[in-house]
């Protein structure tokens, strides 16, 4: 079956299709991929998508045109993609839609205790186009049964990059970082994921403020610059660096407000400072999860080599595994940002663990996302689960999204 994945993250910088090719049923599902491409949103559409994301109010009529044309612009993103890869039609569409708001904690609301999540992106509109079925609205399932609804990608990494042998941790560096912690010869339930921090997202913020870019092409800005260690250190002692998973993060944590906030701690700084300052955080703030959530001190060998224990994300308790891990697997368009991947590497080595690409493992590092979905959208059309309780914090298993024909 050939099944198109889209995704459009928390940066809201456009939208990534994979068009891949998939076999089997649950843990022996198989993919390749056909076809990766990217489509950045126009300038006016993405300005919408970003004000919808930080508004504490918004025209109703504004969202409900959203939704519909990001259902046109993905599903345009799609066909576009699968004429570049001389197919004829695609099958399966797994969109995972424009994350609006996303709180996987519940919060008094009416009088109840409500969490609540908002991907936008019509699938009807893009069923329609596309002319095949449209799996999305992935994580309200797996809240509904008692979890975050975040991470998901999780039970791609698990299909990918599981061993008997070597244990893995699987790092995406997107506009949020998040993590998966697989442990050499893991059965699901062991496996551990959460958010750490901000990815790509508090550096692009202070870009915009202070250059009017974007991003930082390649980490030149942060090459140029000294990171600000008091600042750094004010930013890691808060709560949510601190907070055991599950847990999860979007804009409501590491948005517009946290980027001026960061901006009045380096006061005074240069800045190329606080650019470094910035990429700084999303390395140490990963390192730092590693060692507070997933490696346990006292059981670290001497000389850099590890046996590790890993902290189940349900019962909070450190549970030892076979094996140490290994290696880090970075995957996102963070690792686009050389100074990240240099600072990255070098919070790694004391912890004895080599940094690799996921691309080496035939999982293009931009593309991940997006065939996550498509492996999701696959999982659901067979009527499998899709979300890993361990990683979500839900009570079971369960089958994700809702299907537009």
Not at 3 to 30: C, E, N, P, Q, Y
Not at 231 to 243: K, M, N, P
Not at 316 to 325: D, E, K, N
Not at 332 to 338: E, V
Request: glycine content about 10%.
């Amino acid at each position: 079956m050939i099944v198109a994945g889209v995704m459009s993250g928390t940066s809201a910088d456009g939208i990534d299709v994979a068009l891949v090719r998939l076999t089997g049923r649950g843990w022996k599902t198989r993919f390749s991929l056909v076809k990766h491409a990217r489509y950045p949103y126009p300038q006016a559409v993405r300005g919408a998508v970003l004000a919808a994301m930080n508004a504490r109010a918004a025209a109703v009529a504004d969202l409900a045109q959203l939704n519909f044309l990001l259902g046109e612009l993905y599903a345009e993103a799609v066909l576009k993609t699968a004429r570049r890869a001389g197919l004829q039609r695609v099958e399966l569409v797994g969109c995972h839609g424009q994350t609006l708001y996303h709180q996987g904690v519940p919060r008094p609301f009416l009088g109840h205790d409500i969490a609540a999540t908002w991907q936008t992106g019509e699938g009807a509109v893009i069923a329609a186009r596309v002319g095949a079925p449209v799996v999305s609205d992935f994580r309200p399932a797996d809240m509904a049964a008692g979890g975050q609804g975040a991470p998901l990608v999780p039970f791609l990494d698990y299909l990918v990059y599981r061993d008997q042998r070597v244990g893995r941790i699987v790092q995406n560096l997107g506009g949020i970082a998040n993590l998966t912690a697989i442990p050499a010869g893991a059965a699901p339930e062991h496996v551990v994921a959460f958010d750490t921090g901000p990815g790509s997202m508090v550096i692009d913020g202070v870009m915009q403020r202070l250059y009017g870019r974007a991003y930082d092409h390649r980490g030149g800005v942060a090459a140029r610059g000294r990171v600000r260690e008091d600042a750094l250190q004010t930013v890691l002692a808060r709560r949510f660096f601190r907070q055991r998973p599950p847990k999860t993060a979007g804009r409501e944590q590491f948005g517009r407000e946290f980027v001026s906030d960061f901006l009045r701690l380096c006061r005074g700084a240069k800045k190329d400072d606080i650019v470094a300052t910035a990429t700084a955080l999303t390395a140490r703030s990963v390192a730092q999860a590693l060692r507070r959530f997933v490696l346990t001190a006292e059981t670290r060998r001497p000389g850099g080599s590890s046996q590790f224990s890993v902290l189940n994300s349900q019962r909070q308790t450190p549970i030892p595994h076979r094996g140490a891990f290994r290696e880090l697997v970075a995957s996102g368009g963070g690792t686009k940002n050389r100074t990240l991947m240099q600072m990255l590497a070098q919070e790694l080595e004391p912890l004895g663990l080599r940094l690799r690409r996921s691309d080496e493992f035939g999982v293009p590092a931009e593309a991940k996302e997006a065939i996550a979905f498509a492996v999701l959208a696959y999982q659901t059309c067979m009527s499998q689960p899709g979300n890993l309780p361990a990683a979500t914090g839900a009570r079971q298993a369960a089958v994700l999204g809702k299907v537009s024909y």
